[in-house]
């Protein structure tokens, strides 16, 4: 699906507005997605390169922006100075997303093993390191750049190249999620300890069971749900 939705970007705006609304999104988190898209919008990529007054750019969505509750650190002020920085030290940014397949730094992490394996065979934390510095000047790191690459950097990638990232992004780190989503892995058994380390994969593939799950109870009445749902209704608790 975010491959999918990565290809449709790319179509109706082009590879490198496709690339900077990914971004802009990304940092908005949950709450400010879409007014950081609007400004992505009407402020293309090359502007931000130049330079923006960031202080009338938050003013000019005021009403828009979801204030309550956020962590001052994810202000959107905060997170316009970071991207801000980030494109005037890289400014051509996305054609170097694009061309890192063809240096072979998107090689992949090997079928069938797990995730501690995994990362150690395809130097996936060198290649966090190495991303890190080159795609965004070490500006964005942790846990926010881990969910820029699987949300915008690897789907962006393998619709515009065809690449299989499959397993890259299953075994990538999880990036920023609900700590009630890290909770109910670790009562899966899916992770929690070193050998088997939290990873985006998982944690999609429970979100997207969710979906379902929620989607099934709202088109059935309690009593008709399988016994077994009853059960993990009572035993798995995620507030989203």
């Known amino acids: 699906m975010k491959v999918h939705f990565a290809a449709l970007r790319i179509a109706r705006l082009g590879w490198t507005a496709a690339a900077h609304h990914a971004a802009l999104e990304v940092l908005g988190y949950k709450r400010n997605r879409a007014p950081m898209l609007a400004t992505a919008t009407v402020h293309p990529l090359t502007e931000w390169v130049e330079g923006l007054d960031l202080t009338a750019l938050v003013a000019e969505r005021k009403g828009e922006w979801?204030?309550?509750?956020?962590?001052?650190?994810?202000?959107?002020?905060?997170?316009?100075?970071?991207?801000?920085?980030?494109?005037?030290?890289?400014?051509?940014?996305?054609?170097?997303?694009?061309?890192?397949?063809?240096?072979?730094?998107?090689?992949?992490?090997?079928?069938?093993?797990?995730?501690?394996?995994?990362?150690?065979?395809?130097?996936?934390?060198?290649?966090?390191?190495?991303?890190?510095?080159?795609?965004?000047?070490?500006?964005?790191?942790?846990?926010?750049?881990?969910?820029?690459?699987?949300?915008?950097?690897?789907?962006?990638?393998?619709?515009?190249t065809k690449a299989e990232l499959a397993m890259l992004w299953f075994h990538w780190y999880l990036g920023d999620v609900p700590d009630g989503l890290r909770k109910a892995l670790v009562m899966l058994g899916l992770a929690g300890h070193p050998q088997v380390p939290f990873c985006h994969g998982w944690a999609q593939g429970f979100l997207g069971w969710l979906a379902e799950r929620e989607a099934r109870a709202s088109r059935w009445?309690?009593?008709?749900?399988?016994?077994?749902?009853?059960?993990?209704?009572?035993s798995v608790s995620f507030a989203p």
């Open 66 to 160: 979801r204030m309550q509750g956020i962590r001052p650190a994810n202000h959107p002020l905060g997170r316009f100075h970071q991207y801000q920085a980030w494109v005037r030290a890289r400014p051509n940014w996305p054609d170097a997303l694009r061309s890192l397949v063809a240096s072979g730094q998107f090689g992949g992490a090997p079928h069938g093993v797990a995730t501690a394996s995994a990362r150690r065979q395809g130097e996936i934390p060198q290649l966090r390191k190495r991303w890190s510095g080159e795609l965004t000047a070490g500006v964005l790191s942790g846990s926010r750049f881990d969910t820029l690459v699987c949300d915008g950097f690897l789907p962006l990638v393998a619709a515009e």
């Open 221 to 234: 009445p309690t009593e008709n749900l399988p016994e077994l749902d009853k059960h993990e209704n009572r």
